[in-house]
């Protein structure tokens, strides 16, 4: 597609339910980025994928996130056991180009708002 | 943790002024961008600037850079009710994809 598609748009999940989050990001995009903004706040990074390799995961907040791009394309974050903290939305971003972060490029999906009760 | 401090966090201005939003981060970078978010909507890329530029314009945004006082500044000239959305600064913070983002100044235009 035209850009980097994220679904669903909205959940809300009980506390302890299990969450899976998807990100198509544009095709050929080498780069795949996962960020938690909660409200009010800007982004906070997740994880970062160069095609299949998820190269830095130091941003996942506990062992309860997980994320994978088992085929270099589309990505899934999954949050176990989720909990009120959680609550939050998750922006994926998807760069054609490895070293995005010196050349700009990057573009943003419209996020999930995960809404935990 | 978020590197960039934007300010102010909420700006309120009439249609057609001027509007101008500063961010101000901490360790040394490559290049510091600007991105706007309209409510409920993802992150669109403004501008990026290099460290080794002072100034840079489109359309209607003038963004400044000050690496000596670590700060930057968003001008969006004769502002639109459609300018309306939350502006964020991101920099690499010596990382090659990476972005440390600031927490964001709310623009409302009122027309």
């Known amino acids: 597609g035209a850009g980097v598609s994220q679904s669903p748009r909205y959940k809300v999940a009980k506390r302890g339910q299990d969450v899976a989050l998807r990100c198509d990001p544009i095709s050929g995009h080498v780069s795949l980025f996962w960020y938690q903004q909660a409200l009010g706040q800007g982004p906070e990074f997740l994880t970062y994928f160069q095609n299949e390799a998820q190269l830095d995961k130091s941003g996942l907040p506990s062992d309860r996130f997980f994320a994978e791009r088992p085929e270099g394309s589309v990505s899934t974050l999954k949050i176990q056991r989720t909990q009120q903290e959680d609550s939050a939305v998750y922006l994926c971003?998807?760069?054609?180009?490895?070293?995005?972060?010196?050349?700009?490029?990057?573009?943003f999906g419209s996020g999930t708002r995960l809404t935990v009760v | 943790s978020q590197q960039g401090e934007e300010d102010p966090q909420a700006l309120s201005i009439q249609e057609g002024e001027n509007a101008t939003m500063n961010c101000s981060y901490k360790t040394s970078i490559n290049n510091l961008q600007w991105y706007r978010q309209n409510s409920g909507r993802g992150l669109v890329h403004l501008i990026l600037i290099r460290s080794n530029e002072r100034e840079k314009h489109s359309g209607r945004l003038r963004v400044t850079l000050d690496t000596s006082k670590k700060s930057s500044s968003l001008l969006i000239t004769a502002s639109r009710a459609a300018d309306t959305a939350s502006y964020f600064c991101a920099t690499d913070m010596d990382s090659n994809y990476q972005l440390i983002w600031g927490a964001g100044t709310k623009l409302i235009i009122k027309p």
């Open positions: 971003a998807s760069s054609l180009v490895q070293a995005s972060a010196l050349y700009g490029g990057y573009t």
